[in-house]
């Protein structure tokens, strides 16, 4: 079972940063999630390069999360996509004209620079693939003039959505295996997207479907936490695709922390390829014992290869 440790921390203090990578690494885990926004790229590449380098050198796989892009994914800050304010025209449009703040994936313009995004960051940086952090699922049905054209029947536009969204995320994946064919890619849905997997586990370059378990921020049984984790573990396996499940070291309070140990319980239970969780993840009340109690957990899983090399032509 391997581990995956999301670091939303800034890259610029090298010092900080090698310091909680070495953590990271004597934990247990085989790689860190590192989320990125649009403007970071121009703003501070070296800084970037760096931080990745280090994670590298540290024996850590880097995966990059594409922080709300065209508002389209989840991202750790809540800032609105600089591609999506720049281009108005590209949102969706609901039944009734209204439009929303999240750009409409059908739009030829708005993939072909994301997937000019990916690219460079695949040729680019030290990276070793692309994790698509909670695509937004087809709540709204968009009625734009581009989903109008590739569908002219009004009475099929719902469905044709949903069709096209994970046409949409097969293609993002496709396009991350062009870029560089050893790099990973990995979607992660929120349980109440869960009637996705199937469809998603059937995607040809997709190679892990993850599971965002978050029992105490959905306000849910902490015993919820194994349902989710089993349905994903079932449906991956069939497809021969690896699973990643999301333990919620976030967001505790002293009540919520003492469920951290249950909720993790329940993961285990459900014998994924890989666990997930935060290094020090905004918003609990303890944060440090928070993070205590998530290295003495992780710490219990078997670990698989004790001294991991990373090999030099692969990322
Ligand atoms: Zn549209």
Known sequence: MDITVAYFHPL????????DFEQIRAMGAGSIVYAIHE????RWPRDLERGFRQAQDAGLKVYL???????????????PSWYTFHHPKSRVM????????????????FRAWLFKEIEHYLRTYPINGILLDEPRGPDITCFCSVCRALCPDVADIHRFRRRSMIDFLGEICACVKRAEAH?????????QDLGQVDELAALPYLDTIGGHLFWQWLHEDVS????WGRTIVEVTRQHDKRSQLWLQNFNLDE???QELELAFGHILNAEPDEVASYYYWRNNEDPARVWQTTRRLLRRI?????????????Y
């Not at 999360?65 to 800032?79: C, I």
């Not at 919820?224 to 349902?227: G, K, P, Y």
């Open 183 to 191: 790099a990973k890619t990995t979607i992660v849905l929120l349980p």
């Open 255 to 257: 009540a919520g922390e």
């Open 39 to 42: 403007q970071e790229a121009q």
């Open 94 to 109: 609901d039944r009734h004209g209204r439009y929303h703040d999240i750009s409409c994936f059908n739009h030829q313009s």
């Open 12 to 19: 610029l203090h090298a010092e900080v940063v090698k310091h």
């Open 65 to 79: 999360s594409l922080g709300r892009y065209g508002n389209l994914f989840a991202g750790p800050l809540v800032v």
């Open 302 to 314: 078997p670990r698989r290869q004790l001294h991991w090399q990373f090999p030099l032509a692969s």
């Open 224 to 227: 919820a936490v194994e349902q």
